[in-house]
């Protein structure tokens, strides 16, 4: 027989409870859901009770989420199903990180904050480091973050102009077939640079500092050459570039700028036979001072959290199918 058992957690008061609670209790109720322990409010403390290990995880969620509530953050669903992830690994107090500080604001006053602990790591080793690596799978915001910090270190003039580039190389599909000169063929592979750019900066002023070449948006190819000093610097889909490429693109770093590289090494759409640059970089830099190499996970997907579990199966799918 399962080993039954109860926890009581308390939640200090009635604003606090509400919040971890969520409207018409849709958070709680997940917590049951996900856990199959039974929860009770009585008064302002939580009573939750079922098999051990069900209780264990669902309490330890529940208590971390509370404090995270009492501390004015608000409680969602994607974080409730986050928090369980981390309550699985005995890590369900890592989410009260998140309650520290705002990565930056958007055009329209909207907070950006970091939604997750591998996120948080990400953030920090950028702002500490010249060169950040920001690897994992699409939806864990390695892009996006990327692009509010360099927008936010281009407001508080701490680089001059905003670099963002990727290498143009097709997902299956065929740049030649598209009209137009390379910079037309790649702006549809640019777009969520471009989107991210508009959501901070606003469209007007997006647009101005596009026309200035402030914001410079180009294919890696044009990176050669040049030195790229006083400015932050993004290549995204770091996955599709060559050794070559890659050694090319760090060594463009000049005074006072900071690069960012990201990409997801599950999701190379180079030619067979050839080794990704990111791959290589990784495995040659790990280990030198001044530059950093956060890992993002399953965990650290902030999309509708259904999109989480579909990189996690693939994930469990792709190990059990290596020798």
Do not use: W
């Not at 936010?152 to 065929?174: F, M, N, S, W």
């Not at 640079?193 to 180009?218: H, N």
């Amino acid at each position: 027989m399962t080993n039954q058992s109860i926890r009581k957690i308390n939640a200090k008061n009635a604003d606090i409870l509400q919040r971890f609670l969520g409207t018409f209790d849709e958070n709680v109720n997940l917590v049951m859901q996900e856990t199959g322990a039974i929860i009770r409010v009585d008064g302002v403390q939580l009573i939750i009770s079922g098999a051990e290990k069900g209780v264990n995880i669902a309490a330890d969620a529940v208590d971390s989420l509370i404090e995270l509530s009492s501390k004015g953050e608000t409680v969602d669903r994607g974080r409730v199903i986050y928090c369980l992830e981390l309550a699985r690994e005995g890590k369900a107090k890592d989410i009260c990180k998140l309650s520290a500080g705002t990565v930056a604001v958007t055009s329209r006053g909207k907070q950006i904050k970091c939604k997750t602990v591998g996120q948080k790591t990400y953030v920090d080793s950028i702002k500490k480091d010249a060169v950040t690596f920001g690897i994992g799978p699409a939806g864990t915001g390695k892009t996006y973050l990327a692009v509010c910090l360099a927008v936010q270190a281009y407001k508080q003039k701490q680089a001059d102009k905003i670099i963002l580039t990727r290498p143009a190389v097709e997902a299956g599909e065929k740049l030649g077939f598209l009209p137009g000169d390379l910079q037309t063929k790649v702006d549809p592979y640019l777009r969520p640079l471009y989107d991210a750019l508009e959501e901070m900066l606003g469209s007007e002023t997006y647009l101005k500092l596009m026309e200035r070449g402030t914001i410079e948006v180009a294919p890696l190819a044009y990176m050669r050459g040049r030195t790229l000093s006083n400015a932050f610097i993004i290549l995204d889909e770091a996955q599709n570039t060559t050794r070559e490429q890659m050694k090319m693109f760090l060594t463009r770093l000049g005074d006072n700028s900071k690069m960012v590289v990201t990409g997801d090494i599950t999701q190379i759409d180079l030619p067979d036979g050839k080794k990704s640059g990111l791959e290589h970089a990784v495995s040659v830099l790990e280990n030198v001072a001044g530059i950093s190499v956060v890992y993002l996970s399953e965990k650290d997907v902030v999309r509708n959290p259904l999109v989480m579990r579909i990189v996690k199966a693939y994930s469990e799918a792709d190990r059990a199918s290596k020798p």
